[in-house]
């Protein structure tokens, strides 16, 4: 397993665990861990699927391509930002539904 992979699962498992903490139970470090890993493309939401999502890497962000992807990364992040846990998980579900888009597109054209 490639390193980024490998790193992808390991945010896969945090946003899974986050997602399904309950809300009254969150603690000021764990939203701040959240808003670390939203901040940065690599270990945000889009960063927990996988590595094979098209990203502008010129950047050195890892951003992805998808335009519908980034501005529900930006929108996830606010969301973690300002403690809106309903919010970040319905945009959570809205990136993997996208990202699952994005990927079967590739795929065909491989």
């Known amino acids: 397993m490639s390193e980024i992979s490998t790193k992808a699962l390991e945010n896969r498992k945090f946003w899974v665990n986050f997602m399904n903490c309950d809300i009254d ?3 000021d470090w764990q939203w701040v861990q959240a808003y670390q890993h939203a901040r940065n ?4 939401a889009c960063g927990s699927i996988n590595d094979g999502l098209p990203r502008i890497i010129e950047t050195g962000n890892w951003e992805p391509i998808d335009d519908q992807l980034h501005t529900l990364g930006i ?3 606010g969301f973690i930002r300002d403690h809106e ?3 970040a998980r319905t945009c959570f579900n809205d990136i993997q539904k996208r990202a699952g888009i994005v ?5 065909k054209t491989i």
């Open 25 to 27: 139970d969150m603690t």
């Open 41 to 44: 493309w690599d270990t945000c």
């Open 75 to 77: 929108r996830f992040m």
């Open 85 to 87: 846990l309903n919010e």
């Open 103 to 107: 990927l079967r597109k590739k795929f």
